[in-house]
């Protein structure tokens, strides 16, 4: 797999910035199974005023190179996420996954779009839908960045049956170690991969945090980026999900019907 942390300079075109992200994969790709991508890369998720212009339908610019990339390199790619119009106008922030022959098996929308300190909320419709999807890393789930932390949205995931949940994202530098934390726990408390790919760089005045990592069942670190543009390749085994999930069975132990407790305050009855 290969953990591509991009760039989104403010003064590189959306065209410019497919065109060099596309020639970089075509020389680094080769070899790996899957390609990952940051959350809003080609239209740059802090370039709120450029949503309208850089929104594209799934089969837009930033699809067809994907489509591209897994032709002619033979990995299946996660493009992270784009500005997708929709047939009626609307935006969504929608993650796409495309297998090796360059077929979108999976698209997202996200869920939780973010409104501190950004103009997500306001401009784009949130989505309503969880997919999991067979890929090179097991069965596959997506959730998009601040997604990441809505533990009740990632126990639906999980208990879909989902592998590896990859988490394209625009993390601002400034909370970090929220985002080390929060991958790692998502990873623990599941038993499953997180494969989380960060923006970098600065957008807008804004400095993303890169750190791009996978981390396994066990909640052990394989891979991390550091802060600026890096291609990281890292391979993972899908059956330690399995070999996890047994030895130590939290998954098995999980009770399902939280919402069905009682509220009972559990005090000794008065005499
Ligand atoms: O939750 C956070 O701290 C960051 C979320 C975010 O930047 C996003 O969802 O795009």
């Known amino acids: 797999m290969l953990l591509a942390q991009v760039v989104s300079p403010d003064d590189e075109s959306q065209p410019d910035r497919i065109a060099r992200v596309e020639q970089l994969l075509l ?4 070899g ?8 809003l890369w080609s239209a740059g998720y ?4 450029a949503y309208a212009d850089r929104a594209e339908p799934i089969d837009g610019p930033t699809v067809a190179m994907g489509r591209r990339v897994a032709r002619a390199t033979g990995a299946a790619v996660h493009l992270g996420s784009i500005v997708e119009r929709d047939g009626s106008g609307r935006l969504f922030n929608t993650a796409v996954l495309l297998d090796r022959d360059g077929r979108v098996t999976q698209t997202y929308r996200k869920i ?9 909320a306001e401009l784009l419709t949130p989505g309503d839908r969880l997919s999991v999807t067979g890929s090179p890393v097991g069965a596959l789930a997506s959730t998009t960045c601040y997604d990441l932390r809505f533990p009740g949205l990632w126990q ?3 208990s879909r049956g989902a592998e590896s949940v990859v988490v ?5 530098a400034a909370r970090r170690e929220h985002w080390q934390l929060l991958t790692r726990a998502r990873a623990v408390e599941h038993q499953l991969f997180v494969i989380a790919v960060n923006a970098c760089g600065t957008q807008r005045g804004v400095e993303l945090g890169g750190s791009s990592r996978v981390v396994d069942p066990s909640g052990l670190v394989l891979a991390e980026c550091g ?8 391979d993972i085994d899908p059956a330690r999900v399995a070999e996890v999930r047994s030895e130590f069975p939290v998954i098995a132990d999980r009770l399902v019907d939280y919402a069905g407790l ?7 009855p008065e005499a």
Do not use: C, K
């Open 112 to 120: 939780h779009v973010f409104g501190y300190r950004s103009l997500e």
């Open 156 to 158: 639906q995931i999980s």
């Open 168 to 172: 394209p994202a625009a993390w601002p």
């Open 27 to 30: 020389r680094e790709a080769p």
């Open 262 to 268: 009682s509220a009972d305050a559990g005090a000794e």
């Open 46 to 49: 802090f370039s709120f005023d």
């Open 227 to 234: 802060a600026d543009e890096q291609l990281l390749a890292v």
């Open 32 to 39: 790996a199974d899957l390609v990952v991508l940051p959350e």
